[in-house]
């Protein structure tokens, strides 16, 4: 059989690309190689309000997946800290692995077939245009398409001579059955020897209590240890678990910004495999979220005649991050505990915070506030 478009890798990409392409009339094959899209996940799986008004397939997600968390509270490395919040904003957090079983169950309602433990390792130009698949269990798949939504290290990208992400964060969280923390906020606390780089946070979560740390890799250097015991003892009487963790999530967050080479004829990449996360927060679902579905839609207005391949135009909406790429080289350089243990009270690190984490909404807000008396 002849798909019109093969989508590798089940999570928000890709799942995102095959259900706006399915809507749109395509007949459409996801291939994962997990044994469920929800298994062995390495997301905290925190949603930012800007996606659930973005994306209306959110609207759709069972309540009991999500949880509604309006503020962030930000704390310096001597554990002072700073509550923000912006009118009308929230964050989801989410149970993240029965979030993407949900996804994948209403993925397959929009007729897409969602094929698990089908590892995707290349793809060949097949002669009348299009793409062949060969399939370790012999079978060879041919896709008028290909949408590469396989993650930071895609296979797809290598098959295809795209572009792959070279500059990294490692993040390691823990979930707990539960913990002792004020549920309203999502904790984010500095310090740059737990967490050179990036962050500490600590979460509860649906069903869980979740605790990570992630640090900047150094290229050739390997990512190094992240001591989330360390972070634990600092905070146990911020963030108190009442077991011990029942998993860890582990993994590499591409944070360069939009790769160079994301799409030739017939194919795109999209979501991390195309260096899709905000390189100031480490965010990615919004993106591949939204891009997903962008992707899926475009490719299926090229199948149907209504549009030029979208390898031409598409790459040119993806974001690039520009200003988030300039606070994440501040931060890299500047980052230090003193200067931030002073800084924590000031209008000018409210600002930038919520400008981070709330984007443009949060800095009307603080405009409106440092002009207060
Ligand atoms: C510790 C950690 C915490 C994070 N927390 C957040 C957060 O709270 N909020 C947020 O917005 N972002 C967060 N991120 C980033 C976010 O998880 C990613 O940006 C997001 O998951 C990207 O989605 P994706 O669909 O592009 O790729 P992925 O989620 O990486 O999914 C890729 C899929 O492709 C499959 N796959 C890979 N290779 C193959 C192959 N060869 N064949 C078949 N299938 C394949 C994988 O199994 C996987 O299912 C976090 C990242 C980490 C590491």
Redesign the pocket.
């Known amino acids: 059989m002849m798909w019109d478009l093969v989508v590798?890798?089940?999570?928000?990409?890709?799942l995102a690309a095959a259900r706006a392409a399915a809507l749109a009339g395509l007949r459409v094959l996801v291939?994962?190689?997990?044994q469920s899209?929800g298994a062995h996940l390495?997301?905290?799986?925190?949603?930012?309000k800007d996606a659930i008004d973005e994306i209306a397939w959110l609207q759709e997600v069972p309540p009991a997946l999500v949880r509604r968390i309006d503020g962030v509270r930000l704390y310096a490395p001597n554990l002072r800290h700073l509550d923000l919040h912006a009118p009308g904003y929230y964050f989801w957090a989410t149970d993240a692995p029965a979030l993407l079983d949900w996804m994948v169950g209403s993925v397959r309602a929009t007729g897409a077939e969602v094929r698990l433990e089908?590892?995707?390792?290349e793809a060949r130009p097949a002669p009348g245009g299009g793409w062949r698949i060969p399939l370790a269990s012999g079978e060879l798949l041919e896709t008028r398409y290909l949408i590469g939504?396989?993650?930071?290290?895609?296979?797809?990208a290598k098959a295809l001579g795209l572009s792959q992400n070279r500059e990294f964060l490692f993040?390691?969280?823990h979930e707990y059955p539960d913990a002792e923390m004020d549920r309203n906020f999502l904790h984010c606390f500095l310090d740059r020897e737990l967490a050179p780089g990036y962050i500490g946070w600590a979460v509860a979560g649906v069903g869980a209590a979740q605790v990570?740390l992630?640090r900047r890799v150094l290229p050739g250097a390997g990512h190094g240890r992240l001591r989330l015991e360390g972070l634990l003892a600092k905070t146990e009487h911020l963030v108190r678990p009442l077991a011990p963790p029942r998993s860890v999530?582990?993994?590499?967050?591409p944070c360069g910004g939009l790769l160079e080479r994301v799409a030739r004829p017939g194919a795109l990449l999209?979501?991390?495999?195309a260096g899709?996360?905000s390189p100031a927060t480490?965010?990615?679902?919004?993106?591949?979220l939204r891009h997903?579905q962008d992707a899926g839609e475009a490719a299926a207005a090229f199948l149907q005649g209504r549009a030029a391949d979208p390898a031409e135009w598409l790459p040119r909406q993806y974001p690039t991050f520009r200003a988030k790429r300039a606070v994440r080289w501040l931060y890299e350089k500047l980052q230090n505990d003193w200067v931030f243990n002073q800084l924590l009270g000031t209008a000018a690190m409210r600002r930038l915070a919520e400008e981070v984490y709330f984007h443009r909404k949060g800095s009307a807000e603080a405009q409106l506030r440092s002009r207060r008396p």
């Open positions: 590798v890798g089940a999570s928000f990409a890709g291939l994962e190689k997990k899209a390495h997301t905290t799986g925190v949603i930012v089908t590892l995707f390792t939504a396989d993650g930071p290290f895609s296979r797809v993040g390691v969280e990570g992630a999530r582990a993994g590499m967050i999209v979501g991390d495999a899709m996360v480490a965010g990615g679902i919004h993106t591949a997903g």
